[in-house]
């Protein structure tokens, strides 16, 4: 288990840009970022293993990108052109075992959210 901070949500309008920051009081395998948005389930934004590379949903489009610092031990996630459907709950996870950006199976820390809202 591992203590997750998150900060860098807010408010910002269409095709604008926010970077949402998550911190660990540990370095786990993977941290990722995962949201709940209005309508849908939690859904995988992000994921990034020790020594690999990020894996992103497939909504991200290129539009985000994610960056780890093994020795802040933060996974940072640069959100630029976002839309209203970006709008939700944004939550930082980590696993010691898995990776997987497509299911939130395997996760075990979970941050408390921070709050994502894009107007038009």
Do not use: I
């Not at 389930?41 to 590379?53: C, I, T």
């Not at 939700?88 to 921070?114: E, F, L, P």
Request: net charge positive; with cysteine; proline share 2%.
């Amino acid at each position: 288990q591992v203590q997750l901070v998150e900060s860098g949500g807010g408010s910002v309008q269409r095709v604008g840009s926010l970077r949402l920051s998550c911190s660990g009081d540990s370095n786990m395998y993977c941290f990722a970022w995962f949201r709940q948005v209005p309508g849908k389930g939690r859904e995988g934004v992000a994921s990034f293993g020790v020594g690999g590379r990020p894996f992103y949903g497939d909504f991200v489009q290129g539009r985000f990108t994610a960056s780890r610092n093994y020795v802040k031990r933060t996974l940072d996630l640069q959100m630029d052109n976002l839309t209203r459907e970006d709008t939700g709950m944004y939550y930082c996870a980590a696993s010691s075992t898995v990776c997987r950006v497509h299911t939130d199976d395997g996760y075990t820390s979970w941050g408390q959210g921070t709050q994502v809202t894009v107007s038009s």
